[in-house]
């Protein structure tokens, strides 16, 4: 054969692997439509498994690394997952009659709040000054509104949530009134606020960005604010998803947040200030890069891509974000200590702590 032939005949594996994939998808859709007729969960972790691993015996034994027969199957599962979430969502319709006003549904994580509430039949009005790039009807300010909404949800920046959550309570709205903020302490005076008129009010924190397709294993907070029905609806809305609901209190929210955000962010963001103020020319190090640097290096660049004003936020109005950078500095000064000391002891004890917490943390996990 001559290279167009060779080429012909990968095009047509590629066509057929893709009809193959597709009429796998039709087949898992069949499956779901199945379990949701009998009240069953759409997942099932133990049939996961066993698809992973005839997948890694089946890619083992066609000659193939076992790794890529298993991530091309878990890649299908995850779609699979998405389609039978959404459409588990579409098919309950609980907001159906009901309307919804997302201020700050022009941003990104506004944006996803409006679409995941019209798939659950919600009339949508989003408010934002930047305007809404899909097609919902929008307003640039939410103050000209009647505010007779089933739903209002705050996903605006911290900062300006806080004074929405007070001027919110001031119109008094009769439907539930939820912010999606990382953070909760510079909400409290909003919060106060709709508490002391009456109004419905609870609080959430999705875990999760705005690229999220699946909520299969993530974790949405719910940080109940003294009205258990409001934070009851709030957790219905993701009843039909398979996305975990964790309750805490606001001071605990924070106080994680500042370990589960704080830290991971001013790790990576100290991770490419130092690369950046290190004068290396990118070429030559993605020419002698490891396996550690490059996957550190994804990370790092997912962090420096996202809002810095944000991130900033998440930093500085944390009233408990102190705790976990002193404990950042003085984990950085431990290990510079022992290098600099010749100490190879002390820095084999120092990674020995470390091995044993992260694997109790994986039999922690293991065991929820």
């Excluded at 779609?79 to 201020?103: D, F, K, M």
């Excluded at 409001?230 to 219905?236: F, P, Q, Y």
């Excluded at 996957?295 to 102190?322: C, D, T």
């Amino acid at each position: 054969m001559d290279l167009k032939a060779l080429r012909d005949q990968l095009d047509s594996v590629d066509a057929q692997f893709i009809a193959l994939a597709a009429q796998r998808q039709r087949i898992v859709a069949e499956i779901g439509r199945f379990k949701r007729a009998q009240g069953r969960q759409v997942r099932d972790f133990a049939r996961e498994r066993e698809v992973l691993e005839r997948a890694a015996a089946n890619a083992r034994a066609a000659g193939l690394e076992p790794a890529l027969g298993q991530e091309l199957l878990r890649q299908l599962i995850e779609a699979s997952l998405a389609t039978q979430e959404h459409e588990r969502v579409r098919a309950e319709a609980g907001g159906s009659g009901q309307s919804a006003l997302v201020i700050g549904g022009g941003g990104r994580m506004g944006q996803w709040f409006a679409r995941f509430l019209d798939a659950q039949g919600y009339a949508i009005t989003v408010a934002d000054p930047a305007g809404c790039p899909d097609a919902f009807p929008s307003v640039v300010d939410w103050r000209t509104l009647e505010l007779d909404h089933d739903l209002i949800v705050v996903a605006a920046p911290l900062r300006a949530s806080a004074g929405i959550l007070c001027e919110l309570a001031a119109r008094t709205p009769p439907g539930i009134v939820f912010d999606v903020g990382s953070l909760k302490s510079p909400l409290t005076d909003g919060f106060a606020a709709l508490k002391a008129a009456g109004v419905r009010v609870t609080s959430i924190h999705p875990m999760f960005g705005p690229s999220a397709n699946v909520l299969a294993g993530r974790h949405v907070i719910f940080v109940d604010l003294g009205d258990t029905e409001a934070t009851a609806i709030a957790r219905g809305l993701f009843a039909q998803t398979m996305a975990t609901a964790v309750e805490m209190g606001l001071d605990e929210h924070d106080r994680l947040m500042g370990f589960v955000l704080g830290l991971s962010h001013a790790i990576n963001i100290t991770f490419f200030t130092a690369l950046a103020e290190s004068h290396e020319m990118a070429q030559r190090l993605a020419q002698a890069s490891s396996t550690t640097f490059d996957k550190q290096l994804a990370i790092a660049r997912g962090v420096a891509g996202e809002n810095p004003h944000l991130y900033y936020e998440i930093q500085h109005l944390n009233a408990h974000g102190g705790e976990a950078l002193a404990a950042l500095e003085n984990a950085l000064r431990k290990v510079l200590a022992t290098i600099r000391a010749g100490d190879e002891d002390a820095f084999v004890q120092v990674m020995a702590s470390g091995q044993q917490y992260l694997e109790n943390q994986t039999s922690s996990s293991a065991s929820i």
